[in-house]
C-alpha cells in the first residue's frame, strides 16, 4: 500500500523520513530549550503553505504578533495567508488581554481549560481547511498537572487526526532529560523527532533523531542540523555520534 505523506519541506528532513510524515500522524517534536523546536515547526507550516496546504499555529508559548515576528525574521511572512483565510494563529496565550489581543480572530479566553482550546482549533482547523496544525507547546497544557498528559494528548490526537490533520505537537523537557515528555505522551503519539543541542569541547553541536514513525521506515542515525536566518537543514548523508568526544562523520 502506498503511504499518503505530508512533507515537511524541511531540506534534508523528507529524505530522513522516506519521504516525509505519514499523512494523519500526530508527531511529538520534543527538545530542550533553543534546539529549535519552533524554527521546525514555523518551517514546517510555511512549507504548507507554499504547496497550497493550508495551516494552524496554537500558541501558547508566546504572542501571537511574535509569533509572526519571528516567522518574518526567516523570510516567512504569513500575514497574507491569514488574510486570504489558508493560515490562522490561535492565540491561547493573552487570554485575550491587551490592545493587540482584541485584533486576533482565533482566541482561547481560558488556556488551561483543554475543551476549550479544542472548540478553538476545531473551529480555526474548520475556516481555513488546515492539513497541518502545530501546538506549541502542549507541555504548557500539563505543567501543572502532569497525571492529565496522556488524556490531553489523546483529545488531540483524537481531533487532529479525525479533521485529517498531519500535526506537531511540541514537547518541552529539560536541558538534562532523556526522554521525550513523559510515558503516557511518548506512548500517544504516532511519532517522535528529538531535537538535541549537545555541548562538545566547548561547542554547542546541533543533531536529531526520529524515535518512531508509525506508517513507514526512516533513518535511524542521529544527524547534524543547522539553523541559519533561511530555517534548518539537516543533514541526511551524515551521522553525529555522541560519546565521550562527538564525531561528525559521511554515513
Ligand atoms: N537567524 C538565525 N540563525 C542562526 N540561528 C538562529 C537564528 N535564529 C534563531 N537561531 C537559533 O535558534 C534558537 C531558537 O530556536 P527555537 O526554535 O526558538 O528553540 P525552541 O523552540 O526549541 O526553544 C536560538 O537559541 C538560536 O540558537
Ligand atoms: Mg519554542
Known sequence: MVVERVK?????????LNGGIPSRNVVLLSGGPGTGKSIFSYQYLWSGLRLGEPGVFVALEEHPVQVRINMSQFGWDVRPYERQGSFAI???FTSG??????????VVRDPEDVGLLVDVLREAIRDVG????VIDSVSTLYLAKPVLARRTVMTLKRVLSGLGT???LVSQVSVTERGFGGPGVEHAADGIIRLDLDEVDGELVRSLIVWKMRGTRHSMRRHPFEI?????RVYPDKVVRLGRSLRVEQA
Open 8 to 16: 515537511t519541506g524541511i531540506p534534508g528532513m523528507d529524505e530522513i
Open 228 to 232: 541559519t536566518d533561511k530555517g534548518i
Open 130 to 133: 488546515a492539513k497541518r496544525v
Open 97 to 106: 488581554i491587551g490592545e493587540a489581543a482584541k485584533r486576533e480572530r482565533y
Open 166 to 168: 498531519t500535526s506537531i
Open 90 to 92: 490561535v492565540d491561547a
